[in-house]
């Protein structure tokens, strides 16, 4: 099955950028998806189809995806952004199978 | 309000089976793909199963043979039926939507539901 890899944890200032990656085979071939889960709290989307926002996520949450490497990008970080991130693709490659990566955890200094 | 409410969740014994719920406001789940995904205690998120508007229904391996994804239209509930239950299954179970704009992602999410699988 396919495997999608994170960094287990990433560190930022407050007001500087994070960047978060996302590691797969080819995964610039497929749409990735991007989920922000607070302690204790459900998963929320925060990118879609690579680069999307749904209404009502700040636009300092940005994302790309090439080559082997998807990328969530938080700019101006805010100590409300500090939680887990997890990155999902749709693998249709025999039965349908939605697959998260081993998840971020973003601590903001 | 759009919003996803599960129930059903509780202790069981290893062998044990568990029926989890899923109640649906603010749009219709037979309309939409909806999933189930877990996550076990302290570890990262695990597609457990999807049902399609057509109905059609995919399962991981991890739960293939033991678990049934179900909907009642009628109810506007999205079901889980968990059977020989393990304790690596042992997570907080939640439903999510993959909606109809793009259904490779999950919008909407319920607070989840806590299945402990312990002697």
């Known amino acids: 099955s396919y495997v999608l890899t994170q960094p287990p944890s990433v560190s930022v200032a407050p007001g500087k950028t994070a960047r978060i990656t996302c590691g797969g085979n080819n995964i610039g071939s497929k749409s990735v998806h991007w989920y922000q889960q607070k302690p204790g709290q459900a998963p929320v989307l925060v990118i879609y189809y690579d680069s999307d926002r749904p209404s009502g996520i700040p636009e300092r949450f940005s994302g790309s995806n090439s080559g082997n490497t998807a990328t969530l990008t938080i700019s101006r970080v805010e100590a409300g952004d500090e939680a887990d991130y997890y990155c999902?693709?749709?693998?249709?490659?025999?039965?349908?199978?939605?697959?998260f990566g081993t998840g971020t955890k973003v601590t903001v200094l | 309000e759009v919003q996803l409410v599960e129930s059903g969740g509780g202790l069981i014994q290893p062998g044990g089976s568990l029926r989890l719920s899923c109640a649906a406001s603010g749009f219709t789940v037979s309309s939409n793909y909806m999933s189930w995904v877990r996550q076990a205690p302290g570890k990262g998120l695990e597609w457990v199963s999807v049902i399609y508007s057509g109905g059609s229904t995919y399962y991981a391996d991890s739960v293939k043979g033991r678990f049934t994804i179900s909907r009642d239209n009628s109810k506007n509930t999205l079901y889980l039926q968990m059977n020989s239950l393990r304790a690596e299954d042992t997570a907080v179970y939640y439903c999510?939507?993959?909606?109809?704009?793009?259904?490779?992602?999950?919008?909407?999410w319920g607070q989840g539901t806590m299945v402990t699988v312990s002697s």
């Open positions: 999510a939507r993959a909606p109809l704009d793009y259904p490779e992602a999950f919008d909407i």
């Open positions: 999902q693709v749709w693998d249709s490659s025999s039965d349908p199978d939605y697959v």
